[in-house]
């Protein structure tokens, strides 16, 4: 509203110049402010399309730290005994699923905030299927491994391990892949 | 007040027909017949919830209720929260009514009295959501009250009325607070208390809402809950001298996704000995938050099958319940969903490991089109195993102009037939046949007859208070369980064998849709005459058993009583 009112003033205050300058020189001052219009807001749109293209590069990023946690968490599952594999296991089926959502849970707070102020070109609000990289099948091949993952125990061996690494790897870079 | 339906003469006529129909239908030995008789029963709070419009999300959420035994007469009282009641003008609405809490005192012959003013709960905050639980060890049952603004906690003196300690006790939190639950996460003998918040908003943004979001490409509705912000969840932990601790971020449970929490549930799921937190949320994944023996919990609900659905997609979680539905030993968790889309039913498998087979027990027919909310496990016919029950209706009006979605919706009741469920709904007598907008339901014995009702919320309408009829034909048992306090024992589980059939249940705060069901476990025992085995794992992992229990009776065990 106070934008609104701001924009408005200004309005205000540039008719009146106008109507205080003459014929020829107003008409001249009309073509100029109309063109520095289209310019400004042709820098503002070269803007825009930047930050939309920095947004991608840093989902991208965050989606690459969720997988490269989930591959670590793996490798380190593959030589740990007992206990230590399970927490492993799980600390991986943990980025996995984070990978599969775009981000953990502050990173999903982050996109419902940007909702509210009106973003799209992040979430899956509108599709319900994709999200920037991740779309609804390999979210949903992200899921389904990460709970083979955290299934597979104490015993798990190193063997099945790298096999679900290979997995993870394959859907990622699928995912990934710029288009 | 909008008719909606509930004071036409012709809605009393079709009563009356109903009325015969089910004295037909029970005389027959048919399948039980379920009449609303709230009205018959003095139960006329209207339970308001915003504008007829519906603008603003809030006015969609509608309220929760509480099936009750306040002063321990033996019969359940009822709980029934109230919101208020706005005006249409486009600019910015008005208050026309702050409807006030309602206590409706069961007086044992089918009659109840709105007792809350002189038990002094008639709050007329914009509330939410209700659950019970003893939360000081004096052995009377006391009342958390989810509100959009200040919750409220009941402490019962024991006299027949109620004081507002929330603030004292550090539980007083304003947010849009829904579903709540008391448990005990760090099994120190005293009740804890988690608490779902959905969305971050003032009432200022209530009144002046406008609708901007536009549904099946036709008609305009109110947004969200996509484009709000949401609010965090809170966990509580008491400190065991009537006051809590705000341990959300130590216990781990900390929202960090603001997801929009809606229903809750407190479960030893995994049946390791703890409780363990499942929540509701709309349009997020679910949380699953285990326990980790130490009441800090971990949030598995990413990869344990449970927090998406079948697809990997999210959906609009509301209502949730528990139970053994195949009875194979593990426990299954059913969510209630959006229209257009299926409510789940996540087959447990152990271990905290879930599969949603919606889809392959034929739950997307029944369930697509109703916007569903309070759900229950029950046993309606008492045939030793878990049917279920879930109340519906939509949150825009302004689907009464389309031609395939309908505001006032009917509950449905699936009977749960060799591990699928069947709808029976059409046969199930005159008071499940009523449509309205529900939201909240509460499963207990009002009349102690043997077999289980239901009380369910509903926008802008008295609740229903539906009575089951003949499903006391086959054997039951009612078990009321307490700690030497006296307190309800809230995280007790059970396991009977009769007639050759296991079943297990558990004794919770909460669950449904932001209600309280009953604090005993009713079981149906078919036709068996008793009970060979009963066994009790109290809250803190010890073991009472009894063998040979007789059928029919309600049956009260205090921790360490002797048979």
Redesign the interface.
């Known amino acids: 509203m106070k934008s609104l009112l701001s924009a408005m003033g200004v309005a205000v205050v540039l008719v009146a110049a106008l109507a205080a300058t003459p014929p020829a020189a107003r008409d001249e001052q009309m073509k100029a402010a109309k063109e520095n219009g289209a310019q400004t807001y042709e820098h503002l749109a070269t803007a825009i399309i930047e930050i939309r293209k920095t947004e991608d590069g840093l989902v991208k990023g965050i989606v690459m730290h969720n997988a490269g946690a989930a591959d670590a968490s793996l490798a380190r599952a593959a030589r740990a005994e007992g206990g230590d594999k399970k927490q492993a296991l799980?600390r991986a089926?943990?980025e996995?699923?984070?990978a599969?959502?775009e981000g953990?849970?502050?990173v999903?707070?982050v996109r419902?905030?940007l909702?509210?102020a009106?973003h799209t070109h992040h979430?899956d609000?509108e599709t319900?299927e994709d999200y920037i990289w991740i779309d609804?099948k390999e979210?949903?091949k992200?899921?389904?491994l990460?709970?083979r993952?955290?299934?597979m125990g104490d015993n798990a061996s190193a063997d099945d391990i790298n096999k679900a690494r290979g997995e993870l790897r394959e859907i990622m870079s699928g995912a990934l892949k710029d288009e | 007040m909008e008719d909606r339906g509930w004071k036409s003469p012709s809605f009393a006529i079709l009563h009356s027909l109903s009325a015969i129909l089910v004295f037909v239908s029970f005389a027959q030995g048919g399948q039980p017949q379920f009449t609303d008789v709230a009205k018959a029963a003095g139960i006329t709070t209207i339970q308001w919830c915003g504008g007829p419009e519906r603008n603003h999300l809030l006015e969609s959420a509608g309220q929760g209720c509480a099936f009750v035994d306040y002063d321990n007469d033996g019969h359940l009282d009822i709980v029934l929260v109230n919101g208020w009641r706005l005006d249409s003008d486009p600019e910015k609405r008005k208050v026309l009514e702050k409807g006030k809490l309602a206590l409706y005192r069961n007086s044992g012959d089918g009659k109840f009295e709105n007792v809350a003013e002189k038990a002094g709960v008639a709050d007329d905050s914009w509330g939410n959501g209700v659950c019970a639980g003893d939360f000081d060890n004096d052995g009377q049952v006391d009342l958390y009250v989810t509100n959009f603004g200040p919750n409220r906690l009941y402490r019962n003196r024991g006299d027949g009325t109620f004081e507002d300690v929330a603030k004292r006790a550090g539980v007083a939190h304003a947010s849009w607070s829904a579903g709540s639950s008391f448990f005990d996460a760090d099994k120190d003998g005293d009740l804890d208390l988690y608490v779902a918040c959905y969305v971050e908003a003032t009432m200022d943004e209530v009144l002046t809402a406008r609708r901007t979001t536009v549904w099946q490409d036709k008609v305009k509705v109110m947004a969200g809950p996509?484009?709000?912000?949401?609010a965090r969840d809170k966990f509580y932990r008491n400190n065991g001298n009537g006051t809590f601790t705000d341990a959300t971020k130590e216990a781990g449970l900390d929202?960090?996704?603001?997801?929009y929490g809606l229903g809750v549930l407190t479960s030893d799921l995994d049946r390791d000995g703890d409780v363990d937190i499942y929540v509701a949320n709309d349009s997020?994944?679910n949380y699953l938050w285990r326990n980790n023996g130490d009441g800090t919990f971990t949030d598995?609900g990413?990869?344990?099958?449970a927090?998406?659905n079948a697809?990997?997609?999210a959906q609009a979680g509301m209502g949730v319940d528990a139970a053994d539905f195949d009875g194979d030993g593990h426990t299954d968790i059913y969510v209630t969903n959006f229209a257009r889309d299926y409510d789940t039913l996540y087959k447990g498998a152990g271990e905290l490991?879930f599969e949603d087979v919606s889809l392959a027990l034929g739950l997307k027919p029944i369930t697509y089109m109703p916007l569903s909310w309070g759900c229950s496990f029950f046993d309606f016919d008492n045939d030793a195993d878990q049917d279920i029950v879930v109340v519906s209706g939509h949150i825009y009006p302004q689907v009464d102009q389309l031609q395939d979605e309908a505001y006032l919706q009917r509950a449905q009741l699936m009977e749960n037939r060799a591990g699928k469920p069947v709808e029976v709904t059409d046969t199930a007598g005159p008071g499940l046949q009523t449509k309205r907008s529900m939201r909240g339901l509460a499963v207990g014995d009002y009349d102690n007859d043997g077999d289980l009702d239901l009380l369910i919320t509903a926008i802008d309408s008295p609740p229903l208070l539906v009575r089951n009829d003949g499903g006391n034909r086959s054997q039951w048992i009612q078990l009321r369980l307490l700690e030497k306090t006296g307190r309800d024992a809230i995280g007790a589980r059970v396991k009977i064998t009769a007639g050759g059939k296991t079943q297990h249940a558990e004794l919770r705060s909460g669950s449904t849709y932001a209600s309280q069901s009953m604090l005993r476990l009713h079981f149906g025992l078919g036709d068996a005459a008793k009970v060979d085995k009963l066994e009790i794992t109290w809250p803190d992992g010890e073991i009472q058993t009894r063998d040979g229990v007789p059928a029919g009776q309600f049956l009260t065990i205090r921790r360490g009583d002797r048979p």
């Open positions: 799980e089926a943990d996995i699923t984070n599969a959502n953990d849970k502050p999903q707070a419902q905030r909702s509210k009106g979430t609000a319900k609804g979210k949903k992200l899921v389904d990460a709970q993952i955290s299934k | 996509f484009g709000l912000r949401g929202d960090e996704a603001e997801a997020n994944p598995v990413g990869w344990s099958g927090g998406l697809d990997g997609k490991y």
